[in-house]
């Protein structure tokens, strides 16, 4: 999910100018100043952005850089924007090459000239892949109506702001055939507004605030569906610790908070979102995670997305579920009066 700046220059001073220049518009730079460490980087990360000299150490060049970046058949870094930055370019050079990069710097160069390449580059990428993002296309379970059309003046929205735009972007939403994280999105947005047309808030804030938590609730792991289906209390994730490698098991504990933090630095998402998406694990009786809060701490928002949330996993799991037999399974479950509520809403739309 971060913004990675590589910088690859055999010049420390070059490297500190650059980062000087455009390192701001990035959440961690990384550099190197020899084809062996530029490649140990390419393996270890994917970078959003790379600027890469012609001549490195050693009476090595760039070039070898970008063959390794081409003919590396395990590289991850094959969508990333690279920058031609050096000293002995000529214009038969620009001519023959330059459709082959993001773009191409001739030092010295103009610092302001440069931010602004470096900006348009990374909003033309986030651009050209945001149509990428797949549509909701799962059997709803209940019908709302012009609900898909409020969906997508949101996301429209969405691509008008880049900071938003490039947030959804950053997803990278599994695309396998049974589409399992998109379906769960849909379900959650038509799940959760329908309980809260019932209780009466259906205004078209709230219905704002289910969209953008229901697409990014999950965003920590929205690329391993694996995780994405675990529906775990705190004592049994612990249980499955054994079963889990440690990275996923704390993945799986504080994706939740990961998201959040990620959402709350962004002032163009309404305020609650934020606390939906950190409390969608939680539980009423102190058994949810990753913070174990009682009912009393749970929001009303949060009881809501929390239990269309629940409901979903169950309407995925079970093809023939029905609402009696949903709120027969969880009558122990969901306890405390936002609970009731939002159980009493959803037995009359069975």
């Not at 773009?103 to 651009?127: C, E, N, R, W, Y």
């Not at 019908?143 to 969405?158: A, F, G, H, R």
């Not at 004592?235 to 504990?253: T, W």
């Amino acid at each position: 999910m971060e913004k990675l700046l590589l910088i690859i220059d055999d010049s420390k001073e070059i490297i500190d100018v650059v980062q000087g220049i455009i390192g701001g518009l990035f959440d961690r730079v990384e550099s190197a100043e020899s084809v062996e460490a530029a490649q140990n980087a390419l393996e270890a990360n994917v970078f959003s952005y790379i600027v890469l000299d012609i001549n490195l150490k050693d009476g090595r060049n760039g070039a070898e850089v970008l063959r390794f970046l081409v003919e590396n058949p395990e590289n991850k870094n094959n969508e990333s924007p690279v920058v031609i930055l050096s000293g002995i370019i000529n214009a038969q050079f620009i001519e023959k090459f330059s459709s082959k990069f993001a773009g191409i710097v001739t030092k010295p160069f103009d610092h302001d000239d440069f931010i602004q390449m470096t900006k348009d580059i990374l909003d033309a990428k986030v651009s050209a892949n945001y149509k990428e993002l797949p549509t909701i296309t799962c059997e709803l379970p209940f019908p709302l109506p012009q609900l898909e059309q409020k969906v997508s003046k949101m996301l429209d929205v969405v691509k008008k702001n880049t900071k938003l735009k490039e947030l959804f972007h950053n997803l990278n939403i599994d695309r396998n055939k049974d589409n399992y994280v998109m379906s769960h999105v849909g379900m959650l947005i038509n799940i959760s507004t329908a309980i809260s047309i019932k209780m009466e808030w259906n205004t078209d804030k709230t219905l704002e605030k289910f969209i953008y938590a229901a697409y990014l609730h999950d965003m920590a792991i929205a690329e391993r569906p694996d995780l994405a289906k675990i529906k775990a209390t705190a004592l049994e994730l612990e249980l499955m610790q054994d079963k889990m490698s440690p990275a996923d098991h704390r993945l799986v504990l504080e994706h939740a908070l990961i998201a959040a933090n990620t959402i709350d630095g962004i002032p163009e998402i309404p305020a609650d979102v934020g606390m939906m998406v950190r409390q969608h694990h939680e539980l009423p009786k102190e058994n949810g995670f990753p913070h174990r809060l009682s009912f009393a701490k749970i929001t009303p928002l949060a009881t809501v997305f929390i239990v269309a949330h629940d409901l979903t996993h169950y309407i995925l799991e079970n093809p023939k579920w029905t609402v009696k037999d949903y709120l027969a399974k969880v009558k122990t479950k969901f306890k405390g009066p936002h609970f009731a509520k939002v159980l009493s809403a959803l037995s009359e739309m069975n």
